[in-house]
């Protein structure tokens, strides 16, 4: 079992960024990859970032595409996301996942997360 903790969320004005943090702890050897999604008032959770966990090879929604950077410590112990030029838009709860799954259709689809942390809220002002 795997267990996530998600912090860094906040009030932030639009063009700022924040650092997202997401510690992860717990029976990672059936993770294959760690996902971001995020999910505003009224909408479907919907994928923002994932990296493979093998070798760190990440995939992102064409909506944060330059503006989002997944990363990871050296440890492995906790997945990053940077996310840079904020707008209204991106307000939402931001969630990190696990998945066992391999192959990026599956990264896409919150559905085959297995695992999911609480949550950190980012709002951003226009």
């Known amino acids: 079992q795997v267990q996530l903790v998600e912090s860094g969320g906040g009030l932030v004005q639009a063009g700022g960024s924040l650092r997202l943090s997401c510690a992860v702890s717990?029976?990672?050897?059936?993770?294959?990859?760690m996902g971001w999604f995020r999910q505003a008032p009224g909408k479907e959770r919907e994928f923002v970032a994932a990296m493979r966990w093998s070798d760190g090879t990440t995939y992102y929604a064409d909506s944060v595409k330059g503006r989002f950077t997944i990363s990871r410590a050296t440890a492995k112990d906790t997945v990053y996301l940077q996310v840079n030029s904020l707008k209204p838009d991106d307000t939402a709860v931001y969630y990190c996942g696990s998945t066992p799954y391999g192959g990026t259709n599956y990264y896409r689809q919150s559905r085959f997360y297995n695992a999911w942390g609480q949550g950190t809220q980012v709002t951003v002002s226009s």
């Open positions: 717990g029976r990672t050897v059936s993770t294959n990859a």
